[in-house]
């Protein structure tokens, strides 16, 4: 049976199921370029968006880098997304004669040398201590005068008067808010001991050490109380306040 144009009805159906399927063909195939060229833009998107991590060679282009993290440890350690670590080359690291102190209230770190701690004398109270700076105090050689820090001002007085970087008390060592103050208790000539006072947040961790200004004056101070040249000592102080963290 034809219809008027001239087609039976089969051949009308089977011209309809041609163009449909060269239509359905023909969308696949856009369909599939398109999600192919988004897929390719999306790749190309993220790649130019991810940091180059091969072109960071030194620890300051790291710490500088949005996606890298310093770790909290001495030396820092900075450690980029791709894994690559870089040490402070500012900071050196611990010598192996060095010991850390650690102290879980508060909490606070940091290393020093193992002979400040050494000392066989009963004299001296060789080992850290940490204490509110509010309650520190230190007995000098002035017959009974304590010395106290007035953390309201951060200046250091006794009933006489205040005592800042004076016979009584030195700064001798400072790394940002964190100072290290040296305070004589007793001595001989050029040899005595001191309170060392490392200063940091609103406490103090102190010890009490023999030192000598130089090697031949160690003869007019009794070697029992573990003498320490005096320079060293501050020497080392500045490393010492690098290594200290606290929370």
């Known amino acids: 049976m034809k219809n008027q144009s001239g087609f039976t009805v089969a051949e009308g159906l089977l011209l309809i199921v041609a163009s449909a399927i060269v239509g359905f063909t023909g969308w696949y195939v856009w369909s599939s370029k398109k999600n192919a060229d988004n897929a390719y833009n999306s ?12 072109s960071i060679k030194t620890f300051d282009e790291c710490k500088k880098s949005a996606s890298s993290k310093v770790l909290k440890s001495y030396p820092e350690v900075c450690v980029t997304a791709a894994g690559q670590k870089f040490n402070n080359p500012d900071q050196k690291p611990v010598p192996k004669n060095w010991t850390w102190f650690e102290s879980k209230n508060p909490i606070v770190k940091f290393a020093y040398p193992e002979n400040w701690t050494s000392s066989n004398s009963n004299e ?15 007995e000098n050689g002035c017959g009974g005068c304590d010395i106290k820090y007035d953390n309201q001002t951060g200046q250091w007085r006794d009933e006489l008067g205040l005592h800042n970087n004076d016979s009584y008390v030195t700064t001798v ?27 940091f947040s609103h406490y103090i961790a102190d010890i009490e050490l023999g030192m000598c200004a130089a090697p031949e004056d160690s003869d007019d101070f009794p070697p029992s109380d573990g003498v320490l040249p005096y320079e060293e000592v501050v020497r080392d102080l500045k490393t010492v306040l690098q290594t200290l963290s606290y929370t």
């Open 124 to 138: 001296l109270a060789n080992h850290f201590t940490v204490t509110d700076d509010s309650k520190f105090s230190v």
């Open 173 to 199: 060592a400072k790394l940002g808010e964190i100072k290290a103050y040296l305070i004589p208790i007793k001595g001989e000539l050029n040899c005595g001991t001191w309170d060392l006072a490392i200063h």
């Open 43 to 54: 790749a190309t998107q993220i790649s130019a968006n991810v940091p180059k991590y091969t």
